[in-house]
């Protein structure tokens, strides 16, 4: 079965332009997180889909990140326009409903790089 | 917020020796969790912790949950070249019928054949 895939892996723009992550969670799994990890600091929470619907969305930084999650499969991340401070790891995570976060599986990631 | 203090940030290990690192935090977490993340990879959970004081573990790897939920340590024993990586410890918070992970900065753990 396949895990959680995140495209791409690794994303170089400039500052001011569009940039959007996308991740496939786990086939049948409701819950899909979006967390990112600014270099050296802690991996940090940014929302919640329980399938299209956004169940939390309190860590999205400010309204240039715009997720979605269209028919409550894969979802989107779009960082528009994007800034130095936007550079880190995003990762996705997925689990089935109901199931406690200790059953989230995470993605590899995308490295993005604001230059 | 939330904030939970890893340390150490980093260590340098040779091969066989005994690891220690550890998490506070200022406030109490039902569950806590240790992650592992390998270069190019996404984080993959090592133990669960649910209980207070409870002693877990998953082959060379030994944590606990501390008495005031408010801490944890993760040791790794007879350390291999593969144990290479970033550890995490994570809490789980439950807000308003959502939950999420508060992570630590990490420990950047590196073994000397």
């Known amino acids: 079965e396949a895990g959680v895939t995140q495209f791409p892996s690794h994303s170089v723009i400039e500052k001011g332009q569009t940039v959007t992550l996308r991740c496939d969670p786990i086939?049948?799994?409701?819950?899909l997180y979006w967390y990112r990890r600014v270099m050296g600091k802690e991996i940090k929470f940014l929302l919640h889909f329980v399938k299209e619907s956004k169940q939390d969305e309190s860590g999205m930084p400010n309204n240039r990140f715009l997720a979605e999650r269209t028919g409550g499969t894969y979802s989107t991340l779009k960082v528009q326009p994007a800034e130095l401070e936007d550079s880190g790891v995003y990762f996705c995570?997925?689990?089935?409903?109901?199931?406690?976060?200790?059953?989230?599986?995470f993605g590899q990631g995308t490295r993005l790089t604001v230059v | 917020g939330q904030q939970l203090n890893q340390s150490p940030q980093s260590m340098f290990i040779q091969e066989g020796e005994d690891v220690s690192m550890n998490c506070t935090s200022s406030?109490?977490?039902?569950?806590w969790l240790w992650y592992k993340q390998d270069p190019g990879e996404g984080p993959v959970l090592l133990i669960a912790?649910?209980?207070?004081?409870e002693l877990t573990s998953n082959g060379r790897l030994t944590a606990q949950f501390g008495i005031t939920r408010k801490d944890s340590f993760l040791n790794i024993s007879a350390s291999i070249p593969s144990d290479v990586g970033i550890y995490f410890c994570?809490?789980?918070?439950?807000?308003?019928?959502?939950?999420?992970?508060?992570f630590g900065k990490g420990t950047k753990l590196t073994v000397n054949p």
């Open positions: 912790l649910y209980k207070a004081g």
């Open positions: 086939s049948g799994h409701d819950n």
């Open positions: 994570a809490g789980v918070l439950t807000q308003g019928g959502s939950e999420k992970l508060v």
């Open positions: 406030s109490i977490f039902n569950t």
């Open positions: 995570a997925s689990s089935l409903l109901g199931r406690m976060n200790t059953e989230a599986f």
